[in-house]
């Protein structure tokens, strides 16, 4: 039952109900309509019906023209998106060359650096029986032919570098580029898409004033939820109250909005207000009774006593004090035995001595 009360008490919050309109339904009264997300509770003459379902079709055409637009830029989406993943595979593998190159010249670069800095001179002009003057001479050769190689080398390299840089730049453009038309593609399909909501929303409003529900006045509604509620009440009557209460007004008003801006406007439809045996209730319980209270009007409540074992929960609210500051007066008042529970002695006196019967 707690899970019940909780959402019974959002149910405003959910959106603003408007008070029952009974402006005729014109074209300036459909577009307020349309504007404020309300609608009036009366029957629609033939004009505004024959008016109304003209707007409905028109809309429907449109509804299918923005979706077929919608479709084609999804799939003109697709072609970018290809492109995109296979500039990402070129320039992965450009990146990739471009890093072993650097690798490359940075070494060739380190190798000349050291091959400089040797004095081959002195190597030829040392006097050392144990290397012979020709075996010097070929060592100071290969040495000249390593730096030679590195030179060139390392300008073969950094031509490449240069290359796979302009390369590189080329496919990032690119990229660039591909992603901004998929990201203007992007904005279309968002715009079109605020767009099929928008109608849709128009859509159901128009077709809400047409409906079958229309056929019925309010007042008809009303007398209908007031039996149901009323044969629902006395189900739970008959089985003496023991158990989690049907609640059914909190039921009806949550099926639809059309039913629920009826009923937050019918005082009589809450007056069959649960209270718990027990002289301590959870916030949801104290919530909940509240709720009806302010939807009462100048109804006085019919209000029962029901008993429901909580397995757990916390229960802060002394409902005696509750209940006196919520109620003045009532229509009637059921208790379940006076013996049962907690509800006896001297608490249940005061309250009862305070509260004076309705019988208007």
């Not at 006593?305 to 006196?324: K, L, M, N, Q, W």
Request: proline residues 4%; aromatic residues 6%.
């Amino acid at each position: 039952m707690k899970d019940v009360e909780t959402r019974s008490i959002k149910l405003d919050e959910e959106a603003p109900i408007e008070e029952v309109s009974t402006i005729p339904l014109g074209v300036v009264c459909f577009a307020a309509i349309l504007v404020l997300g309300g609608a009036p509770n009366r029957v629609v003459t033939a004009r505004e019906q024959k008016e109304i379902l003209r707007l409905i079709q028109q809309d429907e055409v449109e509804l299918s023209r923005l979706h077929s637009q919608l479709k084609d830029l999804e799939k003109r989406v697709d072609e970018p998106q290809r492109r995109v993943r296979d500039y990402r595979n070129v320039l992965a593998v450009a990146e990739a060359l471009h890093a072993s190159f650097k690798r490359k010249h940075q070494s060739a670069v380190e190798s000349s650096s050291a091959l400089s800095k040797l004095d081959l001179d002195a190597v030829l002009s040392v006097d050392d029986e144990n290397v012979s003057r020709v075996q010097r001479r070929h060592l100071v050769e290969q040495a000249i032919l390593e730096e030679e190689k590195n030179t060139t080398e390392m300008k073969d390299i950094a031509d490449k570098i240069g290359v796979l840089d302009v390369r590189i730049r080329d496919i990032q453009l690119a990229i660039e580029g591909e992603e901004t038309i998929l990201s203007m593609l992007e904005v279309s399909k968002g715009g079109i898409r605020e767009s099929i909501e928008r109608r849709k929303t128009q859509l159901s409003v128009k077709k809400s004033a047409v409906s079958f529900r229309r056929a019925i006045p309010a007042e008809i509604w009303e007398e209908i939820f007031h039996l149901v509620i009323v044969e629902e009440e006395f189900g739970f009557k008959e089985v003496a109250r023991n158990g989690k209460p049907p609640l059914p007004t909190l039921k009806l008003a949550a099926v639809c909005r059309y039913w629920r801006t009826i009923i937050m406007h019918r005082p009589k439809l809450w007056r069959y207000v649960a209270i718990p045996h027990y002289m301590k209730i959870s916030s949801s319980q104290k919530d909940r009774i509240n709720y009806y209270a302010q939807r009462l009007s100048k109804l006085s409540p019919l209000a029962y006593t029901y008993r429901h074992d909580f397995a757990e929960g916390s229960f802060p609210v002394d409902f005696i004090e509750f209940i006196r500051g919520t109620f003045t007066d009532y229509g009637t008042l059921e208790l379940l035995s006076p013996n049962v529970g907690m509800w006896r002695g001297t608490a249940l006196r005061r309250l009862l001595e305070n509260l004076s019967p309705n019988i208007d």
